[in-house]
């Protein structure tokens, strides 16, 4: 076991990675009664398409979130009411590019660990139990189908792209899993649920040793080579659309406004690229900017707009979301913001304040549990150790953020998703 220590954030944790590749993180927080623990898989809604043991799968849109669902199924009963009787708080949830399942207490923490282990290393499924689950799940996506904010980031993303599976609802559709069996979701487990491809954080006042120990009895020994997965062909930085509109039952117009990124190369470079990325978004629209005082000051944004930068599997963007009654009004002010920007330059001064305020908001952020786990894990899988993340800070410049800018809030490389009120009938 491996002690990591990081002076400038006042963090540190322990690690090993064991012999059957599952790398376990202990992040220690003395005095605090909650503990949690996170155990991720490097498998989300995008992995439909792979190849393993020299077969070639092409799996129902859904299928990542369906087995998420059904893991909690153990062959002595429910997972669920095993962590309940301990007093344990279980949760899971599935990404694009991921697949979680924590929980938090306060007591019997080692006890908690063993279930959670136990559940996502022991597959058990019956097609009369994922039939069963089948209603449950439409029901989720009918939800989603129903919500505003859902559908304008859906929408985004698919017109933004052409091949690539994150233009898919992360849950699938009512008539794709439909066709989802149990020997589907056992082929996905065999291919992605191997200790090689899953990383356990465990956050709080907890014996590093023993959790190690745990995790050694538990994860077996499974160490065969992980599956090929296909995105499809590479896709262009153009997008498939430029608008897309749809009505719904709401009182206000919502929008979401994205503009394609070049992707990130590897390692490091990836947190210093979402660094730049969260940088431009704040110096263009951030809530601080020139900007959004004159949008907001004007009526045409409120305070739940948000800008920011996210990357999925090679696919990266910059976005802003909010309601407003003139979508397209705010699409021009950016592109003309960031076209004077790109002009005047970024004033010292201001970018070293959104320097120093991001740098803040992410060690604040090493308060939350539950975003160093995530985060943990989620960089862990891009190889990347997110608790290096102050060394990024000294590497970006403001022609960093002047070059993602100028070659990316460009009218060709913008999408716009929009979601306005139904019409009435007379």
Do not use: W
């Amino acid at each position: 076991m491996t002690e990591r220590v990081f002076p400038r954030i006042g963090e540190r944790y322990f690690e090993e990675t064991l012999p059957n590749g599952l790398t376990v993180r202990i992040v220690p927080k003395k005095g605090f009664a909650k503990k949690r623990a996170f155990l991720a898989v490097n498998f989300g809604s995008v992995d439909t398409a792979f190849s393993f043991e020299g077969k070639t799968y092409r799996m129902p849109d859904g299928i990542a979130h369906y087995l998420e669902h059904k893991m909690f199924d153990l062959p002595e009963g429910d997972a669920m009411e095993r962590f309940a009787q301990l007093g344990a708080y279980p949760n899971a949830f599935t990404s694009y590019d991921m697949t979680a399942y924590y929980f938090t207490c306060t007591e019997q923490f080692e006890e908690n660990l063993r279930i959670l282990l136990e559940m996502v290393l022991t597959p058990y499924f019956t097609e009369e139990s994922v039939e069963k689950e089948r209603g449950i799940i439409a029901q989720e996506i009918r939800m989603y189908e129903d919500n505003a904010q859902s559908n304008v980031s859906e929408a985004l993303y698919d017109i933004l792209l052409r091949h690539h599976p994150m233009r898919l609802p992360i849950a699938g559709t009512v008539e794709g899993i439909q066709a989802i069996t149990a020997r589907m979701l056992y082929d996905c487990y065999d291919a992605f649920y191997r200790p090689c491809n899953m990383m356990l954080c465990v956050v709080g006042e907890v014996d590093e040793r023993n959790v190690i120990e745990i995790a050694k009895e538990l994860s077996g020994d499974d160490c065969r080579p992980l599956p090929i997965r296909d995105y499809g062909p590479a896709e262009s930085l153009l997008p498939r659309q430029a608008l897309t509109e749809k009505q719904m039952e709401i009182s206000m117009p919502t929008f979401s406004l994205g503009f394609r990124c070049a992707p990130s190369l590897s390692g490091m470079e990836i947190l210093k690229r979402e660094l730049v990325g969260d940088l431009a978004a704040e110096i263009l629209a951030g809530e601080s900017s020139p900007l959004y005082q004159r949008l907001y000051e004007a009526g045409t944004i409120d305070g739940d707009f948000t800008v920011g930068y996210e990357s999925v599997k090679d696919i990266c963007l910059l976005s802003m979301n909010g309601d407003s009654e003139d979508p397209l009004g705010i699409r021009d002010a950016i592109l003309e913001e960031a076209e004077r920007i790109c002009r005047e330059g970024i004033d010292e001064g201001f970018f070293r304040r959104l320097l120093r305020s991001c740098l803040g908001r992410r060690t604040r952020g090493l308060d939350s549990f539950e975003g160093i786990c995530y985060r943990s894990c989620a960089y862990y899988f891009d190889r990347v150790d997110f608790f290096r993340f102050p060394e990024t800070f000294d590497a970006v410049s403001k022609e960093d953020v002047l070059e993602l800018l100028r070659e990316s809030i460009v009218p060709e490389r913008a999408a716009l998703s929009i979601v306005r009120q139904k019409m009435k009938t007379p």
